[in-house]
């Protein structure tokens, strides 16, 4: 088989732009490979990084327990000023 000089400048154009493009996906590649590389080595720093520790302390000093009074809600009866209790009284 005989091509002519046109098939060979087609092929030879087209084997070109290959070459050109494998290239370029080679140097995307390598660049991708670095900055993966970068990213684990940055994490593997952060971890190695001190962590902050702090100690809190808290001191509660004992009181009389029998003067505590504690109410949830409003449905005690003992305060007259509250507006149920003055409603229960009257009725």
């Known amino acids: 088989m005989y091509m002519d000089q046109e ?19 080679f140097i995307a590649f390598l660049i991708m490979l670095g900055i993966e590389i970068a990213t684990v080595c940055g994490f593997l720093w952060y971890l190695s990084l001190p962590a902050e520790e702090s100690t809190t302390t808290q001191t509660i000093e004992a009181e009389d327990s029998e003067n505590i009074n504690q109410h949830i809600g409003g449905d005690y009866e003992s305060d007259t000023n509250s507006p149920q209790s003055a409603q229960s009284n009257t009725q």
């Open 7 to 25: 098939g060979m400048t087609l092929a030879s154009e087209i084997l070109a732009e290959l070459k050109a493009s494998a290239r370029r996906w």
